[in-house]
């Protein structure tokens, strides 16, 4: 994957696009979780957000840069 991408003429890092579609991700994973019910279970739902951003884009940034 290029380090980095043109975007209407801009240069922008490849990094940039991969958590943009990582945050999209992790907002869809976060709307199935809270609509089957499974923050009851989870000690600080904002912590679990933010943890659940970090490992998406760490997973979509091993899988396009491996």
Same mark, same amino acid.
């Given at each position: ?10 240069? #922008?890092?490849?990094?940039?696009? +991969? *958590?943009? =579609?990582?945050? %999209? ?8 979780? /809270? ?5 009851? #279970?989870?000690?600080?739902?904002? +912590? *679990?957000? =933010?943890?659940? %951003? ?8 091993? /899988?396009?840069?491996?």
């Amino acid at each position: 994957m290029p380090r980095e991408i043109a975007v209407f003429d801009a240069y #922008v890092p490849a990094i940039v696009l +991969l *958590f943009i =579609a990582g945050a %999209l991700l992790t907002w869809v994973l976060d709307r199935v979780v /809270a609509m089957t019910g499974l923050y009851r #279970v989870v000690w600080h739902p904002s +912590l *679990f957000r =933010a943890s659940l %951003l970090v490992c998406v884009c760490g997973a979509l940034s091993l /899988a396009a840069y491996h």
